[in-house]
Nanobody, 124 residues
Framework: VQLQASGGGLVQAGGSLRLSCAAS?????????MGWFRQAPGKEREFVAA????????RHADSVKGRFTISRDNAKNTLYLQMNSLKPEDTAVYYC?????????????????WGQGTLVTVSS
């Protein structure tokens, strides 16, 4: 599966953005649990959120809980990340990923396919 992330940009603190990740390829989108990760300059990649194949289960990192919401539209083969109340510390490149492990893993090692990343910059 190929993944294409989009929707990043520059936003002021307190603002909102919605990231999208379009999936394509021979394998059905619903074969994969999906996740969002991010990597800030000079920092390790970190887990943001994950969602099950049907969309019925989600998991969010504590740092974004209550502000970010992961969702998916299986009819459109698209994953989303709604980000509200953005903070400067949310500045990072955001990556979408697809995994077939069957759990909502918070480690990138469990994900098989990655998008190219989209930059989110939050100004104070």
């Amino acid at each position: 599966v190929q993944l294409q992330a989009s929707g990043g940009g520059l936003v002021q603190a307190g603002g909102s953005l919605r990231l999208s990740c379009a999936a394509s390829g021979r394998t059905f989108f619903t074969t994969y649990d999906m996740g969002w990760f991010r990597q800030a300059p000079g920092k390790e990649r970190e887990f943001v959120a994950a969602i099950s194949r049907s969309g019925g289960r989600t998991r969010h990192a504590d740092s974004v809980k209550g502000r970010f919401t992961i969702s998916r539209d299986n009819a459109k083969n698209t994953l989303y990340l709604q980000m509200n109340s953005l903070k400067p510390e949310d500045t990072a490149v955001y990556y979408c990923a697809a995994g077939s492990g069957g759990e909502l893993y918070n480690s990138g090692t469990w994900y098989d396919f990655w998008g190219q990343g989209t930059l989110v910059t939050v100004s104070s």
